[in-house]
């Protein structure tokens, strides 16, 4: 079955660092982006950024870079999102979704359930 | 960054209704346009991609169209599972935005 399945909801306290977890199954791990999507609390979708997992390489939008930190463990199928210095506007669901990095799709076609990220 | 703007913000409509959500793009992004929705608490679901070409999987009552900066999504005849909030996002350059979203709900 094909998925990304995320870890589980964090709390942290403002300052603190958390990182959230994406587990890819059911297909190669290497041949798709993981992308990493912001939910505010009743609010829209916006994307943060994405990495290579074949190269480690990484693209973030510019609202977020400095202070989130994207990494992957291919011997798992792995990606991480590392967020630091938190402030409660981090508060929120982070979404992992894949891209086909060489495919004709070029859209966020399978997604994980979701992190709930809660700072206070 | 290319800003995505759709219309209307939210939309009441009833069981076998037809409707249609647009979305405008703050340049032309050629056909590099995509459909999700997302029901409350679970994870966007991709309904259509390059602004016409149906997901694997998703009904056919669901259908896209446009190109440049005008797009729209219909909805041939609306089915209880369909009412959630409905989001475009373009591809054509980084960073890949989203619109605002549409609430659906149900008249």
């Given at each position: 079955?094909v998925?990304?399945?995320q870890?589980g909801?964090?709390?942290?306290?403002?300052?603190?660092?958390?990182?959230v977890?994406?587990k890819?199954?059911g297909?190669?791990?290497?041949d798709?982006?993981i992308?990493?999507?912001?939910?505010?609390?009743?609010q829209?979708?916006?994307?943060?950024?994405w990495i290579?997992?074949k190269?480690?390489?990484?693209n973030?939008a510019?609202?977020?870079?400095?202070?989130?930190?994207m990494?992957?463990?291919?011997s798992?199928?792995?990606?991480?999102?590392e967020?630091?210095?938190?402030?409660?506007?981090h508060?929120?669901v982070?979404?992992c979704?894949?891209?086909?990095?060489s495919?004709t799709?070029?859209?966020?076609d399978?997604?994980?359930?979701?992190t709930?990220?809660?700072v206070? | 960054d290319i800003?995505?703007?759709?219309s209307?913000?939210?939309?009441?409509?009833?069981?076998?209704?037809?409707?249609?959500?647009t979305?405008r793009?703050s340049?032309?992004?050629?056909?590099y346009?995509n459909w999700y929705?997302?029901k409350?608490?679970?994870a966007?679901k991709?309904?259509?991609?390059?602004?016409?070409?149906?997901?694997?999987?998703?009904s056919?009552?669901f259908?896209?169209s446009?190109?440049?900066t005008e797009?729209t999504?219909t909805i041939?005849?609306?089915?209880p599972?369909d009412?959630?909030?409905?989001?475009c996002?373009?591809s054509y350059?980084p960073?890949?935005?989203?619109?605002q979203?549409t609430?659906?709900e149900?008249?």
């Open positions: 079955q998925q990304l399945v870890s909801a964090e709390v942290k306290k403002p300052g603190a660092s958390v990182k977890s994406c890819a199954s297909f190669t791990f290497t798709y982006y992308n990493w999507v912001r939910q505010a609390p009743g829209g979708l916006e994307w943060m950024g290579n997992p190269t480690g390489g990484t973030f510019q609202k977020f870079q400095g202070w989130v930190t990494t992957r463990d291919t798992i199928s792995t990606a991480y999102m967020l630091s210095r938190l402030t409660s506007d508060t929120g982070y979404y979704a894949r891209i086909e990095i495919g799709t070029d859209a966020f399978i997604w994980g359930q979701g709930m990220v809660s206070s | 800003q995505m703007s759709q209307p913000s939210s939309l009441s409509a009833s069981v076998g209704d037809r409707v249609t959500i979305c793009a340049q032309s992004i050629d056909r346009l929705h997302q409350p608490g679970k966007p991709l309904l259509i991609y390059a602004a016409s070409t149906l997901q694997s999987g998703v056919t009552r259908s896209g446009g190109s440049g797009f999504l041939s005849s609306l089915q599972e009412f959630a909030t409905y989001y996002q373009q350059s960073p890949r935005t989203f619109g979203g609430k659906l149900i008249k």
